[in-house]
């Protein structure tokens, strides 16, 4: 059980253009995901707190008009790269938490490659 | 400011044992947790650790020292499959995860 996915794992896309990034919870509900992007050799880097029902909380230094997060169901939450600039280009991850007895376990999705050129 | 701190790399043997360490020093502590991840891939849980002392798991252990702020994670008996980054995760006093850099270990035949 808790399987999260991610469409598409990886997308290129011209300077200039949006990319919309989906992160789904297959097996179970979460009203809560998380944003991550990752550069290379680098740690995971959280962008922004998506609830469901409610408006996304960015962390310090996202532009939350250039990152767009949709949590429309607890089930789903989507990230929208507008305007991509190359240095967008980046490992894109989301995640979801599950509840367990001491701890809350963080489950994540299997990335999104994002090259904007 | 919050910080933690694992080695960039390390390679060992086939067949061997070897010791991630992570230090850390963070607003609050609700627990530690250790992934794996490789190349390409998200990374997956390995262990969580909120006492002092070692939780074992098969081949992996991870130990925790709060009063140190320092914990490992105990590879036994390396496979090939072993070769992936290892990312060391401390949460904080408001539940955030604030995540190392990653431990990319490398295992020779």
């Known amino acids: 059980g808790a399987v999260v996915s991610q469409h598409p794992s990886r997308v290129i896309c011209k300077s200039g253009t949006s990319v919309k990034i989906e992160c789904r919870s297959l097996?179970?509900?979460?009203?809560?995901m998380f944003w991550y992007r990752q550069f290379p050799k680098k740690s995971l880097m959280l962008m922004a707190t998506s609830n469901e029902g409610s408006k996304a909380t960015y962390e310090q230094g996202v532009e939350k008009d250039k990152f767009l997060i949709n949590h429309a169901s607890l089930t789903l939450s989507t990230l929208t790269v507008t305007s991509a600039h190359p240095e967008d280009s980046s490992f894109y991850i989301c995640?979801?938490?599950?509840?367990?007895?001491?701890?809350?376990?963080?489950?994540f999705g299997p990335g999104t490659r994002l090259t904007v050129l | 400011g919050q910080n933690i701190d694992q080695p960039t790399e390390m390679t060992a043997t086939e067949g061997a044992i070897v010791q991630i360490n992570c230090t850390y020093q963070?607003?609050?502590?609700?627990?530690l947790f250790w992934y794996q991840q490789h190349a390409g891939e998200a990374p997956t849980f390995l262990s969580y650790?909120?006492l002092d002392g070692l939780e074992e798991k098969g081949r992996f252990s991870s130990f925790l020292s709060r009063s140190k702020g320092y914990s490992y994670l105990l590879l036994k008996e390396l496979q090939m499959k072993d070769s992936a980054s290892y990312l060391c995760a401390v949460q904080d006093s408001n539940y955030q995860l604030i995540w190392g850099a990653g431990t990319k270990l490398i295992i020779k035949p």
């Open positions: 995640s979801a938490t599950v509840g367990r007895e001491d701890y809350n376990e963080q489950f």
């Open positions: 650790n909120v």
């Open positions: 963070t607003s609050g502590f609700n627990g």
């Open positions: 097996d179970f509900q979460a009203t809560t």
